[in-house]
């Protein structure tokens, strides 16, 4: 069945550094991958998409890579601060409308 | 503003009791989903429209019903509510075109917590 995992539940990181969480699916082919940030009590806030025939993407402080041949991605948050604290959702849409959610991954940058 | 609206935000109802909560966007997109976010399950997709008339199950559809009669309403019908239920509900849309084309961005709802006694 598919499956898609984010690594690591927490990720607590200092101010500055450049934050990377990872996205891994199996038996799965995405046209596209989304990257959501997630507040507490909150709907979830869209980032970035990705497509399958796309290496890598950047917004502002944002980048994320897209490797269809280890079925991963990688989000990356350079110049981290404590306003980037939420939990970091990645999503696959294989463009026929049905998305899978990852569980998300907690980031704490602390000052 | 452009905005996905859910009503109500809370609530809490007993096992059996027929609800909708329903879903309102303003920005004229075609492609509208629901989802449901638990502790340790994360967001899952229950139903999703491509355009009016149109829609289909998603991972947990089972105990839902829902309706696309027009494009910016897609209210959610729980027939015979189940305590398993509880949760976290969330509506999206996007200006996603039927046929699969690129859908840039899913804006989400503030979500509705339901509990079901």
């Known amino acids: 069945s598919q499956k898609i995992e984010q690594n690591s539940e927490a990720l607590n990181i200092q101010e500055g550094k450049t934050a990377t969480l990872t996205c891994n699916y199996t038996?799965?082919?995405?046209?596209?991958l989304q990257w959501y940030r997630q507040d507490p009590g909150r709907g979830p806030v869209f980032l970035l998409l990705i497509r399958e025939n796309e290496k890598e993407k950047r917004k502002e402080r944002l980048k994320v890579t897209f490797d269809t041949t280890l079925k991963q991605s990688l989000f990356h948050i350079t110049a981290s601060q404590p306003a980037d604290s939420a939990t970091y959702l990645c999503?696959?849409?294989?463009?026929?409308?049905?998305?899978?959610f990852g569980q998300g991954t907690e980031l704490s940058v602390k000052p | 503003e452009a905005q996905v609206t859910q009503n109500p935000r809370y609530l809490i109802t007993v096992t059996g009791k027929k609800l909708t909560v329903t879903c309102s966007q303003n920005m004229n997109h075609e492609y509208m989903s629901w989802y449901r976010q638990d502790p340790g399950l994360g967001l899952r997709q229950i139903y999703y429209?491509?355009?009016?008339?149109?829609?289909d199950k998603g991972d947990v559809p089972e105990g839902y019903k829902v309706s696309r009669k027009e494009k910016r309403n897609f209210p959610l019908i729980l027939e015979s509510p189940s305590p398993n239920q509880t949760s976290l509900y969330f509506c999206?849309?996007?200006?996603?075109?039927?046929?699969?084309?690129?859908?840039?961005?899913?804006?989400f709802g503030p979500g509705t917590r339901l509990t079901v006694l």
């Open positions: 999206a849309s996007s200006p996603r075109a039927s046929g699969g084309a690129v859908a840039d961005t899913q804006y």
């Open positions: 038996n799965y082919s995405p046209a596209y």
């Open positions: 999503a696959l849409d294989n463009q026929g409308g049905k998305l899978i």
């Open positions: 429209s491509m355009n009016v008339e149109v829609t």
